[in-house]
């Protein structure tokens, strides 16, 4: 699951990590848009619930300085020795420059320098030279863990897919379809052992279709017209079926975005139904070469964070097979 929930403020979750966990899940992991950071929520699951599984997903390759990246992801390893898992990736020029006054250039060969740096500095490895995109001077990390954690890359398209599978641990993939998950993972060809394929699925679990379809639709407005994901869309074949609502966007209509992305694309990027449903449709992802699938909660009409019983419940009926196959 995804965390932390929407609308339960951090000191709570403890009890949302209890459900999670008796519901039968066995991984939580974070984001890092412009809520909470990534490794905070982490941490609390680490203290409050240490059989769970924590990972990242995805921890901007720009936003920390390299030194403070690994600080951070170390810590986290000692706290939860061989439970964590480091994602990292791109993210995104609003992420990036907007939010964080970093200038967002070369992001494939800035991901893959700090990819190659936390490997050599989380094991424990003085790091002292030029990469392409920046120099380290001597860094080595004061308290480098035990167990230094698997690092997976986020990718989209062909050449981070193949970096990935070169160089990193395991992928995260989001913002796919379950059908599209075998073009991306016959990029990714030869892996290194162990190789994880993450990714994150975004869930509302509602049977009012047109409540869901409503919510995926801005949510499609949101990410699909920023252009690395626009251009993975593309490369998966969505050119005709996402090319109004490109114009549209392009052209200041924001309404007429809306209306152009077809039911059929929305029904395939934001799983809705029934709970029972929606595990049943996690499972294609899974049928299809997802090792990690990783439910995103989107809020429903009948279930609120504000009443944490009912979000129990549906967490538990999210889970149920899981926990029945544990």
Not at 29 to 52: I, M, R, Y
Not at 82 to 104: H, K, M, Q, T, Y
Request: charged share 20%; glycine share 8%.
């Amino acid at each position: 699951m995804t965390v932390p929930l929407g609308g339960i403020p951090l000191a709570d979750h403890a009890a949302v990590y209890a459900a999670l966990a008796d519901a039968g899940y066995t991984d939580v992991w974070s984001s890092e848009v412009n809520g909470a950071d990534a490794f905070t929520p982490l941490a609390l699951a680490a203290a409050w619930q240490p059989g769970l599984r924590l990972g990242t997903a995805i921890t901007p390759a720009f936003t920390r300085g390299p030194g403070l990246l690994a600080m951070s992801a170390a810590a986290l390893a000692d706290v939860a020795p061989g439970r964590f898992a480091l994602g990292i990736g791109a993210s995104s020029p609003v992420v990036v420059s907007d939010w964080n006054a970093v200038e967002f250039t070369e992001p494939f060969r800035r991901t893959r320098d700090v990819l190659r740096f936390l490997r050599a500095a989380l094991r424990g490895e003085t790091v002292d030279g030029a990469f392409d995109t920046f120099a380290v001077r001597r860094f080595a990390l004061e308290r480098p863990p035990a167990v230094p954690p698997p690092l997976l890359l986020a990718a989209l398209r062909p050449g981070m897919l193949r970096l990935a599978a070169a160089e990193a641990d395991g992928v995260i993939l989001n913002w796919l379809a379950a059908t599209d998950v075998p073009r991306a993972v016959t990029e990714l060809g030869q892996r290194r052992p162990q190789f994880e394929v993450v990714a994150r699925i975004f869930v509302c679990p509602t049977e009012d279709a047109g409540y869901a379809r409503t919510l995926g639709r801005r949510m499609i407005t949101s990410y699909l017209t920023v252009p690395a994901y626009a251009e993975f869309h593309r490369w998966l074949g969505r050119q005709e079926a996402l090319a109004d609502m490109w114009a549209a966007w392009a052209a200041g209509d924001r309404r007429g975005a809306l209306a152009a992305i077809p039911d059929e694309v929305v029904d395939a990027l934001i799983l809705h139904g029934s709970p029972e449903q929606c595990r049943a449709q996690v499972s294609r992802y899974v049928d299809a070469g997802v090792d990690v699938p990783v439910l995103a909660l989107l809020p429903t009409p009948e279930v609120t964070a504000t009443d944490p019983a009912a979000l129990a419940t549906l967490v538990a009926r999210l889970g149920r097979d899981a926990k029945e196959s544990a």
